[in-house]
């Protein structure tokens, strides 16, 4: 399993569940959660295999930003 962390700008819980469930229709052997708590408002990603861009794509999307946390 590959992790992969990014920081987004996510602000409230009910709009990360939604996120998650678009991000497990594109990845949907995959563990999506937020941490909400974090000043980062860390998406953190656990799969196979993971495309960071389409992760991305996916949050910019829906009007929120997102990049991978180094």
């Known amino acids: 399993m590959v992790v992969e962390v990014f920081k987004t700008n996510v ?3 009910r ?3 939604l996120l998650i469930q678009q991000l ?3 990845f ?3 563990r999506v ?3 909400m708590e974090d000043c980062d408002k860390i998406l953190r990603i656990e799969a196979e295999a993971i495309i960071p861009e389409k992760i991305i794509e996916v949050l910019n999307a829906n009007g929120y930003s997102c990049e991978v946390l180094i």
Request: hydrophobic share 35%; aromatic share 6%; net charge negative.
């Open 11 to 13: 602000a409230e819980v």
């Open 15 to 17: 709009l990360s569940e």
């Open 24 to 26: 497990l229709n594109h």
């Open 28 to 30: 949907p052997d995959s």
């Open 33 to 35: 959660n937020f941490d």
